[in-house]
Structures are given as C-alpha cells and as structure tokens.
C-alpha cells in the first residue's frame, strides 16, 4: 500500500516543478529580469564588481532558464559568456548566488548533400542548421568561389553539435569536402591549431582574410587621393569599407594587440602586430567588444571592434590599413600573398591525426 502511494505521489512532485525559458532580447536588463521575476534588487547590488559588469552586458538571444516549484522562484541559471553562467538560488527566503560552469552537451554528426538549388538552401533542408553555410563558406573561402557552384556538386561534413539542454549553441565541422566533376577539395580541422588544412598539410586560409569585414563597397582604395575633409592631395594608407555603424570588425590575422584607443584623425583605433613583420591597423570605430585591451592575443576573425564614424570621417566605414616591415602597403594585395604549410614535428603530427581520422571514419582519401 505505501509503495502504491509513493508511486500516485511521483507524478504529483514533477508537476509542482516546472521550468521557464526566457529569452534575452536587445532592450532586456538584469534590473528588468528581476523586477519580471519578483526578485529582489539587492542581488544585484551584492554581486561583485566585475560581475556586475557581467550581468549589465548580457548577450542578446541567450537563453535565461528558470525553475519553479508550485510557481514560486527556486533557481535561474543566466550565461554571462560562453563558458560561465550565473546561478541564482533562493533557499529559506534567502538568495544566493555562484558562478558555474556552463555544461554542454556534444553529439557527432555526419551529413553529405548535393546541390541542386543553391548552397544555403540545400544545407539547411538537410539539416536544418543556418550556421552551417557560413562555416563552410569560411573555410573554403580562399579556394572555392560559391558564386558560381555547379550544380550537382557534392558536400560532405563530419561535425560537432554544440548544445545546452537540448539547444543548439554552436556547431563546428571537423571535416568537410566539396566535391564535383571540376575539383575535390578537403579541409581537416587541426585538432593542434584549430586551422583547416588539406591532406597535404596546406592551410585551406592564408594568413590573412579578404577582408576584416562584410561590406557593401569601397569608397576609397590605396593610394594618392584629393582628400574630402582637408581638401588636398595626399597619400591614403589603407582601405575604407563601407557598412553600416555597429557592424562587426574581425581581426584579419593571429596577433597581439598594441594599440587600442584615439589616433588624431583615425578615431578610435585598434593595431595589431603579426608575425613576419606585419601590423594592421582598423580605425574610425564605433567602438569595441568587452575584453579588448592592449597586450591580448588573438585570432584570425576575432570580433575587435565595431565600424563607425570617429576622428575626419565623412560617413560610416572603416579605414582598414596593413604595413609591412614598417612600410605600408596596399591590403587589397594581402589576399594571396600569405600561405600557410605545415613542417616539421607539427606536420607529421596533423598526418599521424588525420590518417587516423580518415581510417575511423571510412574517408577514402589519398594523403600525401
């Protein structure tokens, strides 16, 4: 009879817990999230300074999890970044709060599609992941002009699904190939490096993007030009791209930042010095990110700051500059001229780790 009650009982115990999910949108505050969830302002005013910076700058989209019991308050986990999430407990009518690891959750998936439409179209019908094309498009980039695809060609994709209960946070492809009756190209991700080499230890990127940011034009190249604030000719030492303010700028190679604040007519600026004698300088932002300073290292395609409209500007856009054993040059140019190959003790490392990788997962590839 008693294990009779116990087991009436189970259903009635789930159901007095339930669980919230909120989303963090563009105008939510932590102050907001409180008052929403009738808790009390003090939690905020007994965190930590540098967490409550934290909390004040919150990503927009991320997923806020809440869990009641018979609709009372007992737990919120909120991500402060993509590692560390905030803890909320209330215990006895108290509140407390930790910081925790974020746990994710990662599931190895495969999938091989033709094109028959167009790349975006096809991928995401397959598998319902519109990160997916971005990815690929990143990689292949420098090898592969999608613009003209043919069609009939084949994509084949070995990657990891991210996830935090259940939601798909981040995907990233540990091989790919893109394949059709004009070339087969292969991209390994580098377990070491986390750069993607072809099987002959050929970086599929050079060392430096395109271009460090999506744009809609150039409005002034390399070169003498009549400039248009100072009216007389003088020398352009970079590039300005066009978008709209507040649009992602990416660091165009791996560096050390040396420099972050105000240049005279550059506005607020970012420098970054590279290997091989190499320094670019991104300038007229709007600003930068949260963890920018002078002395970080970091990597190709690193956000570092945010076009915009600072110092003798005439509209929004960056002025993107590269200079070469202290000479510039024009980065127009940059594109081709820097590969990257694997030699040495790391070079046969990446093929003892792919030939292994190739025979786990029945890839018929011939290495070189």
Not at 62 to 82: M, Y
Not at 223 to 233: A, D, E, S, T, Y
Not at 285 to 312: A, D, E, F, R
Not at 317 to 326: A, D, E, I, S
């Amino acid at each position: 009879m008693k294990k009779l009650l116990l087991f009436l009982l189970i259903p009635v115990f789930i159901l007095a817990y339930r669980i919230d999910i909120q989303k963090w949108n563009k105008f939510s505050t932590f102050y907001g999230f409180l008052k929403q969830n009738s808790l009390p302002y003090s939690i905020y005013y007994n965190l930590p300074a540098k967490l409550k910076r934290y909390v004040r700058n919150i990503a927009k989209n991320e997923t806020i999890f809440i869990l009641r019991e018979n609709n009372n308050f007992k737990e919120a986990l909120i991500p402060i970044n993509s590692q560390k999430q905030l803890q909320i407990i209330k215990n006895n009518n108290k509140y407390f709060t930790k910081i925790i690891p974020i746990i994710y959750n990662t599931e190895e998936k495969e999938v091989q599609v033709t094109i028959n439409s167009y790349l975006s179209y096809d991928l995401y019908k397959a598998t319902h992941l519109s990160i997916l094309t971005n990815k690929i498009i990143n990689i292949f980039n420098d090898r592969i002009n999608f613009r003209t695809l043919p069609k009939g060609t084949t994509i084949s994709i070995i990657y990891d699904e991210k996830k935090r209960f259940s939601e798909i946070r981040d995907v990233k492809i540990i091989f790919a190939q893109i394949k059709n009756r004009f070339y087969s190209v292969n991209a390994f991700l580098n377990p070491i490096d986390n750069r993607y080499y072809d099987e002959k230890g050929r970086s599929l990127r050079g060392m430096f993007l395109k271009a460090p940011l999506r744009y809609t034009r150039i409005s002034s190249p390399f070169g003498m030009r009549f400039h248009p604030i100072l009216h007389k000719w003088r020398m352009h030492d970079g590039v300005d791209f066009v978008n709209k303010i507040g649009t992602p700028i990416h660091s165009v190679a791996d560096g050390k930042i040396i420099y972050k604040g105000w240049i005279r007519g550059y506005g607020r600026s970012v420098e970054i010095r590279h290997k091989n004698g190499y320094m670019t300088l991104y300038a007229h932002l709007h600003g930068w990110p949260k963890g920018i300073y002078v002395g970080k290292w970091v990597k190709q395609g690193t956000v570092i700051g945010y076009l915009g409209n600072s110092g003798l500007s005439t509209g929004p856009h960056l002025h993107f500059g590269v200079m070469h054993n202290g000479k510039w040059i024009n980065p127009l140019k940059l594109k081709n001229n820097v590969k990257i190959t694997l030699y040495g003790k790391k070079r046969r490392r990446f093929f003892a780790y792919i030939k292994q990788f190739t025979k786990e997962n029945n890839i018929n590839i011939a290495l070189k």
